[in-house]
């Protein structure tokens, strides 16, 4: 008896351990935080976009995914939710930006803290930016969240378990009056997390960003800007685009669309204040694709401030009397 509850024993323990290893390689694709308006957050993307159009800009957003999801058991559980705030602020030829974020999805939670450095190279048509940067990612598992057939074994953690490593990530980024394009790459040292369990580790996968825009003139006070954002992760790959349209560069909106989930992703917002400094957006995700175990909808708002010089893309028309069109 004793040697079969060794047995036992030794194969609860790994099936615990990967248990844990399971739950973390499940919540994978949505270890990195998900924003409907990426185009706004290039920060967390590329941290080659530290300083980016010359602004001092800070920055808070507010997403809930699949928005009123309730778990079987009506606790702390729900659909992930994500805030980020962000601040980037140009010096010379340098560009210096950081952003916390907290992510929660089930019993799973992440905080990360991370400073970007970017350098810029002026260019004929346009500029070249090279960043990096690093931080601490942390993960927490709250295992009283998890629900099993024998709340008493022992074998069961219990209570939360936080791990906190170093994280580091590049990119480069380039932009011109007419377009932009960059590419970055995340979790460059793939940091592990055991969160209590003596064999998983759990690391965290490289990510590889590609994204890109256009500044369309589409006639008198309007601009139409397309945009795509790839993401890729090995055995994934995750891909959204669409366009927005600005008109009189003060109010915006669009619609884009995500590779099997998001059938339409609705974008609006408006710059408050004349100088273009105060901008308030939104985006609603009407989700197509596996709605039966989630709900079919998600929001995110967003609140921008930015200091100095305003306006981007396509140059202002000015008018005058003489020449109005």
């Keep these: 008896m004793k040697v079969l509850y060794g047995c036992f024993r030794n194969s609860a323990k790994w099936i615990m351990s990967g248990f844990v290893l399971l739950t973390a390689l499940t919540a994978e694709a949505q270890k990195e935080a998900q924003f409907s308006q990426f185009t706004f957050h290039q920060l967390y993307f590329n941290p080659a976009t530290a300083g980016k159009d010359n602004l001092t800009r800070v920055g808070v957003t507010y997403r809930s995914q699949y928005a009123g999801y309730r778990p079987t058991y009506f606790d702390k559980g729900g659909g992930p939710a994500s805030q980020i705030i962000t601040a980037s602020l140009p010096l010379g030829k340098f560009g210096v930006g950081v952003y916390v974020l907290n992510d929660k999805i089930g019993a799973l939670s992440q905080q990360d803290l991370q400073i970007s450095v970017a350098y810029k190279l002026t260019l004929s048509n346009g500029n070249l930016s090279i960043g990096a940067r690093g931080g601490l990612y942390r993960q927490t598992m709250d295992y009283g969240q998890l629900r099993t057939e024998m709340p008493d074994d022992p074998l069961i953690l219990t209570g939360k378990v936080s791990e906190m490593q170093p994280d580091f990530s590049v990119g480069a980024h380039y ?92 974008h609006a917002g408006a710059y408050l204040f004349s100088d273009q400094a105060f901008r308030l957006s939104g985006a609603y995700d009407v989700v197509a694709r596996g709605n039966k175990a989630k709900t079919p909808t998600s929001f995110e708002v967003m609140l921008s401030y930015a200091f100095g010089r305003q306006g981007g893309g396509q140059k202002s028309i000015i008018r005058t009397p003489r020449f109005r069109f």
Excluded: C, W
Excluded at 176 to 203: C, I, M, Q, R
């Design 175 to 266: 932009e011109s009056d007419v377009f932009y394009l960059g590419a970055s790459a995340a979790h460059l040292t793939k940091p592990g997390f055991k969160l209590g369990s003596e064999t998983a580790t759990n690391p965290l996968s490289s990510v590889y960003y590609l994204n890109a825009g256009a500044y369309l003139s589409a006639g008198y006070m309007l601009e139409v800007q397309p945009v795509v954002l790839a993401k890729m992760v090995p055995g994934a790959f995750s891909a959204e685009g669409g366009a927005l349209v600005t008109y009189d560069q003060r109010f915006f909106g669009g619609l884009t669309y995500r590779y099997q989930d998001a059938i339409a992703i609705v």
